[in-house]
């Protein structure tokens, strides 16, 4: 996989790395549905000779901000990205605490209010090799994909590619965000999407199949019917403790038909709970199965013309269908 990505992106100036960053922007926006989307990188300050005799590591997070909108093939995306990405590195030796605290953005408890995703890709592990000694590479379980182990990231989701011949995927993820059997059917939509672009690069990104799938679990009032792709509010647990909270003026918690099940919440006032907190939250009051695998934080609830809670209009979640027109002759 990694040498047909490498192919694929070579027409348009963009290295496997950028093309990687592509998919993994691709992947967030069929997650979430959101077209104006961020995903952090690291950037080296490791450059030029004087810098050969330095102990450290010399990394800073790289912001990178692309617009996904108007389903564009993935072609197309490539060369945003690649663009984006040319962009953001001529500022790369602006420290990201700078960045941080000149937007007045602090950091919260569970990360940072900038980057919450990352991408990367990883080469072959080396080991030290030292004149009288022996080395061996360790695995450490960092996250979720074919054949890698599980474990705590250091944000909330990162998209990743190993560059070798054997398991190419990788998703790593932080507890507070996903369970276990979420995440690991989010890498293998990751590792369908690098699949597909691979085989066919010009696919639009509404057609690519990356899909949180649901744990089996009892459906109980408010299940859609059957072919309705729309979610309908049920009486769920979460929703009722969501609302419970001190700092959550509005909730919702909604399962479109054969999706996960997702929340959303309104906090009260600017300093409110982080999605993290809400969901641990949830995760100590609440069997696994009935845990939300995200809650997404609201400025304001999507309303309707009469003033209920519109689910139709909730970000990250699968349009509903038209309705079919029939025409006849007179």
Same mark, same amino acid.
């Given at each position: 996989?990694?040498?047909?990505?490498?192919?694929?992106?070579?027409?348009?100036?963009?290295?496997?790395?950028?093309?990687?960053?592509?998919?993994?922007?691709?992947?967030?926006?069929?997650?979430?549905?959101?077209?104006?989307?961020?995903?952090?990188?690291?950037?080296?300050?490791?450059?030029?000779?004087?810098?050969?005799?330095?102990?450290?590591?010399?990394?800073?997070?790289?912001?990178?901000?692309?617009?996904?909108?108007?389903?564009?093939?993935?072609?197309?995306?490539?060369?945003?990205?690649?663009?984006?990405?040319?962009?953001?590195?001529?500022?790369?030796?602006?420290?990201?605490?700078?960045?941080?605290?000149?937007?007045?953005?602090?950091?919260? *408890? !569970? &990360?940072? @209010?900038?980057?919450?995703? $990352?991408?990367?890709?990883?080469?072959?592990?080396?080991?030290? %090799? /030292? +004149?009288?000694?022996?080395?061996?590479?360790?695995?450490?379980?960092?996250?979720?994909?074919?054949?890698?182990?599980?474990?705590?990231?250091?944000?909330?989701?990162?998209?990743?590619?190993?560059?070798?011949?054997?398991?190419?995927?990788?998703?790593?993820?932080?507890?507070?965000?996903?369970?276990?059997?979420?995440?690991?059917?989010? *890498? !293998? &939509?990751? @590792?369908?999407?690098?699949? $597909?672009?691979?085989?066919?690069?010009?696919?639009?990104?509404? %057609? /690519? +199949?990356?899909?949180?799938?649901?744990?089996?679990?009892?459906?109980?009032?408010?299940?859609?019917?059957?072919?309705?792709?729309?979610?309908?509010?049920?009486?769920?647990?979460?929703?009722?403790?969501?609302?419970?909270?001190?700092?959550?003026?509005?909730?919702?918690?909604?399962?479109?038909?054969?999706?996960?099940?997702?929340?959303? *919440?309104?906090?009260?006032?600017?300093?409110?709970?982080?999605?993290?907190?809400?969901?641990?939250?949830?995760?100590?009051? /609440? +069997?696994?199965?009935?845990?939300?695998?995200?809650?997404?934080?609201?400025?304001?609830?999507?309303?309707?013309?009469?003033?209920?809670?519109?689910?139709?209009?909730?970000?990250?979640?699968?349009?509903?269908?038209?309705?079919?027109?029939?025409?006849?002759?007179?």
């Amino acid at each position: 996989m990694p040498e047909d990505l490498r192919s694929l992106g070579a027409p348009y100036r963009a290295t496997l790395f950028t093309t990687v960053l592509a998919a993994a922007f691709a992947a967030l926006h069929r997650l979430t549905g959101e077209d104006d989307l961020l995903i952090g990188v690291a950037s080296t300050h490791r450059r030029g000779t004087d810098m050969h005799g330095l102990v450290g590591l010399c990394v800073n997070t790289l912001p990178v901000r692309v617009d996904t909108s108007g389903d564009p093939a993935f072609t197309v995306l490539v060369e945003r990205v690649r663009d984006a990405l040319l962009e953001a590195q001529r500022h790369r030796d602006v420290p990201f605490d700078l960045v941080v605290e000149r937007l007045g953005a602090a950091r919260a *408890a !569970d &990360g940072t @209010a900038l980057v919450r995703v $990352t991408s990367d890709v990883m080469a072959e592990p080396t080991v030290l %090799r /030292l +004149p009288g000694t022996h080395g061996e590479h360790v695995d450490v379980g960092v996250g979720v994909g074919v054949g890698v182990g599980v474990g705590e990231a250091k944000f909330d989701l990162s998209f990743g590619l190993l560059d070798t011949e054997g398991p190419a995927a990788l998703v790593q993820y932080g507890r507070a965000m996903l369970d276990e059997a979420t995440a690991a059917s989010l *890498a !293998d &939509g990751f @590792a369908a999407l690098l699949t $597909t672009v691979a085989a066919g690069p010009g696919v639009r990104l509404s %057609r /690519l +199949p990356v899909r949180i799938h649901a744990p089996a679990r009892a459906r109980g009032a408010g299940r859609p019917a059957e072919g309705d792709h729309a979610p309908v509010r049920g009486e769920h647990l979460a929703e009722t403790l969501l609302l419970a909270h001190p700092q959550v003026a509005e909730a919702v918690v909604v399962e479109p038909d054969g999706g996960p099940l997702l929340a959303y *919440a309104v906090p009260r006032g600017v300093s409110g709970p982080s999605r993290a907190d809400l969901r641990s939250a949830l995760r100590a009051s /609440l +069997p696994p199965e009935s845990v939300p695998v995200t809650v997404t934080l609201l400025d304001a609830m999507p309303r309707t013309a009469q003033g209920a809670a519109d689910t139709s209009r909730l970000p990250g979640l699968p349009p509903v269908p038209a309705p079919a027109v029939r025409s006849e002759r007179p």
